[in-house]
């Protein structure tokens, strides 16, 4: 029997794009599937379908990511319900689109709490059991965006820097433990995210999106070999070089370049 018909899945934000796509790429590996986020009526949805498509167990948890409290109760829900986690997939995340000071600071202290704070909670609560089995994994989606600052976004960025670097060291411990760590960092992605980071406006420099399916199915892959970094498409691959060796002050303009919106019509 293949060993993913056995793994427990967990993942966060599976109502819809990046995470939905996820949660469609494990069920096709026959794994169980516990799908969280803030949207029932989607989840149940999701759920259904996955059940029908591949007979598989889905559990539903309505829950909210921003509540410091919400890992820990999800934790010991899992618990009481003899649920053992073999695969995090850390997906729940959010942007906003605007200057640091012209933000709401309670948006961006939120947009902490669930992008770093509620990763790190749920990746210190579920990962001690997997290393103890010494099976399973955390999948953590990052974004291209942890290479760069991001004026324009900065405290969204600065998340998913937090993100690659906790996941590439998470990566190094865990070598000899059966359990492997990878970030995925897709670039820009056909999400709800754009409608929800951007508000009505639009970017001044519009880019074509990859499909999510697509890089749920990159993202996936290079979990089940074992990498450290997914990044779909090869042109963001070469991006990424570019950040590398291009000077810093250089790289903050074309990402506040990036990030400028222009009025909605």
Not at 80 to 108: I, S, Y
Request: glycine share 10%; net charge positive.
């Amino acid at each position: 029997m293949n060993a993913a018909n056995s793994e427990t899945v967990l993942i966060t934000g599976a109502s819809s794009g990046i995470g939905l796509e996820l949660a469609r790429c494990f069920a096709a590996d026959g794994c169980r599937l516990v799908l969280l986020a803030r949207n029932a009526e989607a989840l149940e949805t999701l759920a259904k379908e996955l059940r029908q498509a591949h007979k598989i167990e889905a559990l539903v948890l309505t829950a909210d990511l921003s509540l410091p409290e919400t890992p820990a109760q999800v934790f010991k829900e899992l618990q009481g319900r003899g649920v053992r986690v073999d695969v995090l997939v850390n997906n729940a995340g959010f942007g906003a689109n605007g200057t640091f000071a012209g933000l709401p600071l309670p948006r961006q202290l939120e947009m902490i709490q669930v992008n770093i704070t509620a990763l790190t909670n749920l990746t210190g609560l579920f990962l001690p059991g997997m290393i103890e089995r010494r099976r399973g994994g955390v999948l953590n989606v990052g974004s291209l965006a942890g290479f760069l600052p991001g004026p324009g976004m900065a405290v969204y960025y600065a998340t998913k820097a937090f993100v690659l670097s906790i996941t590439e060291a998470l990566a190094e411990e865990l070598i000899g433990t059966g359990v492997t760590a990878t970030a995925l960092c897709p670039g820009p992605t056909a999400t709800n995210f754009g409608n929800v980071s951007h508000g009505q406006k639009k970017r001044r420099l519009d880019t074509p999106k990859m499909p999510a399916a697509a890089v749920a199915r990159h993202g996936h892959r290079a979990f089940r070999k074992g990498r450290w970094l997914a990044i779909p498409g090869w042109q963001y691959h070469f991006l990424v070089f570019l950040i590398r060796i291009l000077p810093r002050w250089c790289v903050r303009k074309l990402a506040g370049l990036f990030n400028r919106t222009k009025d909605p019509v």
